[in-house]
């Protein structure tokens, strides 16, 4: 259980959408504190991948298993009703358009799966949404409603959401690619200082330069496969594939290249 | 003979108890009609099929038949059941069901529009399905609903006037024993109006302090 390696592994995972195949036979690790970006073209399962980590999009065949646990595990519905929800609530995820609650002020968003799930009194989750909320630089913002913030506010809130259940892993779908440029740095500013935090992180990108900057390893993805993967270093600067050339040699920024 | 409204002051204690039990019969009709409009708006959608088709039948019978009829079978039908219920009682389980059943058509509608991100997100936190559609699906669709809710409980305040007729002494009602007296019924029937009238301004201002209460929310 407590093997840093491997501390998520996907085996063998298969994806299909009647005869769509979107994931094929994909295999992959990532140790504990590790972070890792998955690059690649539109329509190459990075989603699916990521959102079969939690059992969001179900596998068609293959394993998921987070520290020791099985999480996309075999069981008959009601049992594994609640086998997910223990499991979901270690895995913290954000998505492109940050689904935060909007009939909820940002305090209820931070507070109420850890109010319904872990049953904490209204005291320790005002301390919750104000530590995470302090985490991210939205303390001021505590008692607004998400129509009231910006693109990247509402991102930093919704990164606050998945920590205050306080995960062992984040998982993140292109948490940027919704905002205006000048509110992205904000939120990569959260993303990185969760990293020197030692989070594990799977982070889904278009942003090349900061998957170079934060992450300790680039996964490539093309037509549902990994077809290259190694540190940022090599990947962006040596890439063996062809395809990883192609891709790149259009997605690089001109400081990258 | 000219119109005189002089005598309706002399009906003052009529005219009130009248008018508060018109907003009795609104009131617990509309709650009745709210609370069971989500509930089978919830049954409609997620129930498994041998709850759904009894359901399906009770909306049709209360969509396809007048209001009036359905009084009369809940008044004096059920006495032949053993059940024989307060006019009161009867009246608002008449108004509440038939107008749950309305809301409960724009309730699903609503719930069924709720971005698919929110339950996503709500089950990534690790809440359950319940849950997620307790705390953070039905009450952005019952938000969403407010507006034509509100509408349809205008239009239950208009229709309480039907429960005269099972003898609850509302506002209608109470104009006609008036009338009776004093054969008045022009004085009598444009002060119910005018009551009618106020009670709907009352409601309306209710409905916009909701949704003023509710803008930031979307
Ligand atoms: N629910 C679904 N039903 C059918 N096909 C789907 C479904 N979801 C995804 N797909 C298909 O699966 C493939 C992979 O989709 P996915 O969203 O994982 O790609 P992606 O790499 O995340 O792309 P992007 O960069 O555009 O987000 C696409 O061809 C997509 O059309
Ligand atoms: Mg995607």
Redesign the pocket.
Known sequence: MSDPHKFLEIRHAQKA??Q?E?LKDISMTVDRGEIVAII????????????AINDL?PLTSGEVILDGVQVNKDLPHRQYEKHINQMRQQVGMVF?HFNLFPHLSVRDNVTLAPKMLKGISDAEADKLAEQQLAHVGMSERIDYYPSQLSGGQKQRVAIARALAMNPKLMLF??ATSALDPELVEDVNLVMKRLAEEDMTMVI?T?EMDFAASVCDRVLF?DG?VVVEEGPPDVIFKNPTQERTRAFLSKHLSNVQK | MGLDFSVVPGFLDTILLGGLWTIAVTVASALLSFFGGILLAVIALYAPLVIRLPFRFFAWLFMGTPLLLQLFLIYFGLVELGIDLPAFVAGVIGLGLHFAVYSSELIQTAIVAVDKGQMEAARTLGLSRGQSLRRIVIPQAVRDVIPPIGNNMIALLKDSALVSVIGVSELTLSSQLAIGRTYRPFEFYATAAVRYYFINLGMEAVLRRIERKTALSR
């Open positions: 959408y009647g769509l979107v690649g073209p539109s329509g190459s399962g990075k989603s699916t991948l990521l959102r999009d492109q779908d292109e889904v278009h993805m549902g």
